[in-house]
């Protein structure tokens, strides 16, 4: 029995395998019809092919760039239950209207048909994104690649170091209608060319699309220009010169795009590079074109063996698409009395003004005044013109260029003049006539050329008082009729001087000083004027600062520069808690939350306030003590502390206490954890404290041949010496010998020098300082040389400056010049340009340097707030030092240099030295001037005349007074034609 039930077991398990092994009837399987005639079946196929991937009746969808070929069928996998799936054939039977060249969305039709013509049908969507497009080029200079760069756009922008291509040494490549688009969106800003893209020194080529040279010129100490045919003319018969010429144009750029049409008409390109650095660029075209064995210094004619008719230069174009980065935001646009406005937007450089949709305006202000646009009068009935703006991106590969804004109408009318307005003012009542069809009338303040509107008004009068913790100071005033939409606003009424404000005491442990509250606007458009007696500038100033509105610093349309270096400066809460401190030293702040710290933003002292704007809110203000300020204090003992710096005041009782309460010293160049924890210092500002003591008697001077003299009086501290009306230094004891006034001699008939004096007490509450003494004569006059010894060489000797048709007086040679004494280098109380020869100025130097009072500047003669040029023998200016609000450095070949600068404006360096003569002797010098030269200077004094002569002809042309910058410089130094005269 048991076996068979095991033989039963294998029966039915190999039953099993062999049913397994039998095929089955497919369902799949196309069914199959016999035909006696045929060998093989007929097969009947009714299934169509399947699509893998599919969801809802689509398939995944494809994108591509704008512009850029797709293959729309990619990624597709099909099958079918007969035919191979390379052999389903894929078509796109409905496009949806797609089109590569439009971005946006598509979807599209793809249909897949097997042998047995059974077709299935799908959807895909296709996104086309927005592209735009880089041209990149390849330069070859016969077959050989050569690096530049192609299209850069601003190459032709105005910068106060000239041109902008010309400050690397770059070749560059412009297609032709790229350069007129940039020559002529430039031309504006460079004035002083009468509009024409600066270029003195370099090399220009212009080829056509045939890689054919149409044109060259070349300025490389000689001038050349060369045909197509290459023929050469030089010199004086070309059109061109390349000095800079503000009324016609220099350089090589002049008359150059009006021949383009000539020389390329059908495009083309245009090479040329400037000199700068190793001059690689220069080199390398020169060898091309004109001399293959040039090397340096300037081309000689008869070297010429260049036929440019054999030379092959290739631009190769290839276009290149990349994804449209995020739009600009569009801006929004406003039309009020014929002016177009809108607010900045963020990263925009400029603006495209569209009218009817065509451009008609670059700019990159944003307002324009559409009644000056070259448009005709709009009829009664017509609706206008449609202006539209475009903001373009100052960096096509993060930004794209917004789209159109909003679409406002626009009439043209003739619009009438608004009679101009005469103003008047009495006791600080300004009043002026009523102007018809005036709607209002705006009140303008001019402080030191920034200009401001302070009021609006209906009314013909107003009581300017009202301003005065605003706009502390003398101001000029004027103001304008505002019209409507049928009349334009008046000119300017006449301008009056005004002087608004007062002073008040601010009173800090019984401490007393003099203290000034303003706007933020009023003290950064003067802080960096000196202070005169017309009180126009803050800078050494006997006052604090107090800013009461520090939160409008966060206005973007705050335009003054905001900077102020090495500074106390304490950020207070609207109660006058302290908040936040900016020490005198980068790095060291203190806040409410951290006391004091190390700061990261502070690293620097052009951060000293731009470090404070994340933690500005409405109500706080800054007290100031500027650095260079001498304030008076009164001390709780009732006497009085004179020429106190304004910081170490401060400093003493919110950063670190000096010993004694001697303001003078530096406490705050100690540890953070020596200083002060400020949270509770309390101050007061009070009516002004004013000291009426009577006045010191009037000294009583005399003059004789050797020296000036006075009776000695004990209550006397020191005595202001006046020559010629100006301040020119501290005198103690009861004489001065006349030659250790350093002054001058005169030029014959200008007269003699007239000197005076005033008492300054040695309590200022005892008595006040003097009226001035009676005044003497003392002649001296440059054209009176001491007899030579024939034994000894003549020495040469200068008394004039000329530079270009501009000439001024001069003290050359002077000795003890750069001595130290009470108020500074002797030199920097003298209202006359200074000019040493090398030479001179070494032997000076070494030995005035070694003074005591210098070495609070590391044994250097300190200067700051001047200019000073160094000059080789044959007078070019090989260098310039500009210290006039900034530091400014230019070297001989006018590259400029803000930072990175060895030597600082303002500021005393107790180590390196500071000012403008700082590391100038030595190897520095040498290797400006190593064959002998001069240095000519001159120090910022009470009127300024030398040294505003200087900044006039040697870096920035329109300058009047205050300070500058480095983007105000607009004068080459190479092109500076200087002399040292003798005219008497």
């Known amino acids: 029995m048991k076996k068979l039930i095991v033989s039963l077991f294998l029966i039915t398990i190999f039953s099993l395998i062999l049913v397994a092994c039998t095929p089955k009837d497919d369902s799949q399987k196309p069914p199959t019809d016999l035909n006696p005639d045929d060998k093989e079946p007929n097969i009947v196929d009714n299934n169509a092919p399947i699509f893998v991937d599919a969801v809802d009746g689509f398939l995944i969808p494809i994108e591509h760039l704008q512009h850029v070929y797709e293959d729309l069928l990619k990624d597709i996998i099909v099958t079918d239950n007969y035919s ?8 796109v039977s409905d496009f949806g209207g797609y089109n590569k060249d439009i971005s946006g969305q598509y979807t599209i039709t793809i249909s897949a048909t097997d042998e047995s013509l059974n077709t299935s049908l799908i959807k895909r969507k296709v996104i086309v994104a927005e592209s735009f497009s880089i041209d990149e080029a390849k330069l070859y200079l016969n077959n050989k690649v050569t690096a530049h760069s192609f299209n850069e756009v601003d190459a032709l922008s105005y910068q106060a170091s000239g041109t902008k291509f010309r400050s690397k040494d770059m070749i560059q490549v412009m297609s032709k209608s790229f350069f007129i688009e940039e020559f002529n969106r430039h031309k504006s800003n460079h004035i002083n060319n009468n509009s024409i893209p600066y270029f003195p020194n370099g090399v220009i080529i212009v080829v056509d699309m045939a890689s054919n040279i149409k044109h060259v010129r070349l300025a490389i100490g000689k001038t050349a220009e060369i045909n197509s045919l290459n023929e050469m003319r030089t010199g004086d018969d070309l059109s061109w010169k390349v000095a800079l010429d503000g009324v016609n144009g220099g350089g090589m750029f002049k008359d150059f795009v009006p021949r383009l049409d000539e020389f390329i008409p059908d495009d083309g390109f245009i090479i040329f590079v400037g000199t700068v650095g190793q001059e690689l660029g220069r080199r390398l075209l020169t060898n091309t074109i004109f001399d293959s064995t040039y090397i340096t210094g300037a081309i000689e004619y008869e070297k010429r063996n260049v036929d440019i008719r054999d030379i092959k230069i290739n631009v190769e174009i290839t276009k290149n698409y990349l994804p449209l980065p995020e739009r600009l935001t569009a801006p929004q646009i406003n039309i009020e009395r014929h002016i177009l406005s809108f607010k900045p937007v963020i990263n925009a450089k400029e603006y495209i003004i569209l009218v009817d949709q065509k451009e008609v305006l670059r700019t990159s202000q944003t307002s324009v005044e559409l009644d000056k646009l070259d448009l005709e009068l709009t009829p009664s009935e017509d609706a206008g013109y449609s202006i539209e703006v475009i903001a373009v991106s100052n960096d096509i590969y993060k930004w794209a260029s917004s789209l159109k804004s909003n679409s406002l109408n626009y009439k043209k009318i003739n619009i009438l003049d608004l009679e101009k307005p005469v103003i008047s003012v009495n006791e600080n009542i300004l009043k002026w006539n009523s102007i018809e069809n005036a709607t209002s009338y705006e009140v303008i303040l001019n402080v030191l050329g920034n200009e401001k509107v302070i009021h609006h008004t209906t009314s013909t009068e107003l009581d300017l008082n009202l301003f005065g913790s605003f706009y502390y100071g003398t101001s000029d005033i004027y103001i304008k009729a505002i019209g409507n939409d049928f009349y334009r606003d008046s000119l300017s009424s006449n301008t009056i001087e005004v002087f608004l404000g007062e002073v008040e005491t601010f009173e800090i442990d019984g401490y007393m000083v003099d203290i000034i509250r303003t706007s933020a606007w009023n003290y950064f458009a003067r802080r960096g004027e000196n202070y005169t007696s017309s009180k126009k500038g803050f800078a050494a100033s006997p006052y604090l600062f107090l800013i009461t509105d520090a939160v409008s610093l966060l206005d973007p349309e705050f335009e003054l520069e905001v900077t102020e270096l090495f500074s106390t400066i304490i950020l207070l809460e609207s109660n006058g808690n302290t908040k936040m401190i900016n020490s005198i030293s980068p790095l060291k702040t203190w806040n409410l939350l951290d006391g004091w710290y190390e700061n990261k933003e502070y690293n620097t ?5 731009p470090s404070f704007m994340s933690s500005l809110y409405e109500g706080d203000m800054l007290l100031i ?14 006497t009085l502390l004179t020429d106190i710096g304004a910081r170490d005041f401060l400093a003493h009782f919110y950063i670190k206490k000096n010993l004694n309460n001697d303001f003078t010293l530096e406490a705050w160049r100690g540890e953070l954890s020596t200083y002060l924890d400020p949270i509770n210092v309390n101050f007061e500002i009070i009516e002004r404290f004013e000291i009426n003591a009577e006045k010191l008697p009037a000294p009583v001077i005399t003059i004789n041949e050797e020296q000036i003299s006075w009776q000695l009086d004990t209550r006397v501290k020191n005595y202001m010496i006046f020559v010629d009306e100006v301040f020119y230094m501290y005198a103690e004891g009861e ?12 030029a014959e008939g200008s007269g003699p020098y007239s000197i005076y004096l005033s008492a300054v007490p040695v309590n200022q509450f005892e008595w006040a300082i003097s009226d001035i003494s009676n005044k003497v004569e003392y002649e001296k006059y440059s054209n009176n040389p001491d007899p030579i010894d024939p034994e000894e060489p003549h020495k040469e000797t200068f008394d004039t400056l000329k530079i270009g048709q501009n000439q001024v007086l001069i003290s050359f040679n002077a000795t003890g010049i750069l001595n130290h004494t009470p108020s500074g280098a002797s030199f920097r109380s003298k209202e006359v340009i200074q000019v040493m020869s090398k030479t001179h100025f070494i032997t000076e130097y070494t030995e005035a340097k070694t003074a005591t009072g210098y070495l609070s500047n590391g044994s250097e003669v300190f200067f700051p707030n001047g200019v000073l040029l160094i000059v080789d023998k044959s007078f070019n200016v090989k260098h310039l030092r500009m210290g006039v609000g900034s530091a400014v450095e230019v070297d001989g070949n006018n590259t400029v240099k803000t930072s990175g600068l060895k030597w600082t404006n303002a500021t005393q360096n107790a180590t390196t030295g500071g000012g403008l003569f700082a590391g100038l002797l030595g190897n520095v010098l040498d290797e400006i001037i190593p064959d002998d030269g001069y240095i000519i200077f001159a120090p910022a004094t009470t009127s300024n ?7 006039k002809n040697t870096f920035e042309s329109a300058y009047v007074s205050g300070g500058s910058n480095a983007s105000k410089k607009d004068i080459d130094i190479r092109q500076i034609d200087l002399e040292l005269l003798k005219n008497t």
């Open 625 to 638: 003590g500027k650095n260079g300020n001498k304030v008076n204090v009164a001390t709780p003992e009732k």
């Open 84 to 91: 191979k799936s390379e052999d389903i054939k894929l078509i």
């Open 605 to 609: 002292n052009t951060q000293q306030i």
């Open 945 to 951: 005349t030398s040294r505003t002569f200087l900044m």
């Open 735 to 746: 004489f001065i010998t006349l030659e250790n006034l350093n002054l001058t001699g005169k």
